[in-house]
Nanobody
Framework: QVQLVESGGGLVQAGGSLRLSCAASGSISSRNVMGWYRQAPGKQRELVAS???????NYGDSVKGRFTISNDNAENMVYLQMNSLKLEDTAVYYC???????????????WGQGTQVTVSS
């Protein structure tokens, strides 16, 4: 089993920045890949970014160049630095963990409870 706890969401003006954190615990092999998903009202959940234990990263097209995912394996933490935030970034952001990238993409791994990010004009 894996437990994920997100923090760092909130209200920010367009153009601003936020940093999300995810504290992970539990089976190490079940969280070889960590990621952030988001879901806006009325929309499907989408992959924002993912990172492997070795540091390989992948980003959704809508956040490339603005968001940065990082991890601290020693502290069991994953971060999402969000810069140049736009109104359309408003969503609930979920931390996710999976044993491999396929499971991550299929959204078949573990989930945190989510944290709200609201970008205002």
């Amino acid at each position: 089993q894996v437990q994920l706890v997100e923090s760092g969401g909130g209200l920010v003006q367009a153009g601003g920045s936020l940093r999300l954190s995810c504290a992970a615990s539990g089976s190490i092999s079940s969280r070889n890949v960590m990621g952030w998903y988001r879901q806006a009202p009325g929309k499907q959940r989408e992959l924002v970014a993912s990172i492997t234990r070795g540091g390989s990263v992948n980003y959704g097209d809508s956040v490339k160049g603005r968001f940065t995912i990082s991890n601290d394996n020693a502290e069991n933490m994953v971060y999402l630095q969000m810069n140049s935030l736009k109104l359309e970034d408003t969503a609930v952001y979920y931390c996710a963990a999976a044993p491999n990238i396929v499971t991550m993409i299929l959204m078949a791994g573990y989930w945190g409870q989510g944290t709200q990010v609201t970008v205002s004009s």
